[in-house]
T-cell receptor, first 115, second 113 residues
């Protein structure tokens, strides 16, 4: 069975500080990994994705994530956050199945950036 | 370019009333379509998905139903709303063989009173 665990429900951080949002997954088959961001009362927007190749992937808004197969992790990082990064972040794991993709979302991590 | 439209943005409905939420995709063909619900402070729950016209898969038994009358149209319905149906409803699409992730609509905030 496939599962996704976001280890922190809330992460407060000061502006211009670095941040890491943690995501662990379990799956018996190869998966694709994603991070999405959701601003209040909006839909989710794709931040970045890992499909194959380089384990360090870069996304929009200065975010990056590293796929670690041995630790089954896909943590999201940003070296210096802005107030505008305050949002909820979702890690997701997808695998191919007959007819399409099966995707499981984590419960989300709420990032608060303080001035 | 591909776009996804979802409406209405907000809806307040009394208990027992019907519901119809609509989602349309432009700029692509034969997309996989999805309805998710997000309860306050919680993650996303997959309600329905569709791989083609008239093909609907339900993930969770509930008071809701979905239909796909056209290739790029996905409708979420209920005959009689319950208080527990309140939440933020999101439509999304992805390509069958793609691995680009989901593209989400802007969501519908449903409050059942």
């Amino acid at each position: 069975a496939q599962s996704v665990t976001q280890l922190d429900s809330q992460v407060p951080v000061f502006e211009e500080a670095p941040v890491e949002l943690r995501c662990n997954y379990s799956s018996s088959v190869s998966v694709y990994l994603f991070w999405y961001v959701q601003y209040p009362n909006q839909g989710l927007q794709l931040l970045l994705k890992y499909l194959s190749g380089s384990t360090l992937v870069k996304g929009i808004n200065g975010f990056e994530a590293e796929f670690n197969k041995s630790q089954t992790s896909f943590h999201l990082r940003k070296p210096s956050v802005h107030i505008s990064d305050t949002a909820e972040y979702f890690c997701a794991v997808s695998r191919a199945e007959t007819g399409g993709f099966k995707t499981i979302f984590g419960a989300g991590t709420r990032l608060f950036v303080k001035a | 370019s591909q776009t996804i439209h979802q409406w209405p943005a907000t809806l307040v409905q009394p208990v027992g009333s019907p519901l119809s939420l609509e989602c349309t995709v432009e700029g692509t063909s034969n997309p996989n379509l999805y309805w998710y619900r997000q309860a306050a402070g919680r993650g996303l729950q997959l309600l329905f998905y569709s791989v083609g016209i008239g093909q609907i898969s339900s993930e969770v038994p509930q008071n809701l139903s979905a239909s796909r009358p056209q290739d790029r149209q996905f409708i979420l319905s209920s005959k009689k709303l319950l208080l527990s149906d309140s939440g933020f409803y999101l439509c999304a699409w992805t390509q069958l063989r793609g691995a680009g992730g989901y593209t989400f609509g802007s969501g519908t905030r449903l409050t059942v009173v």
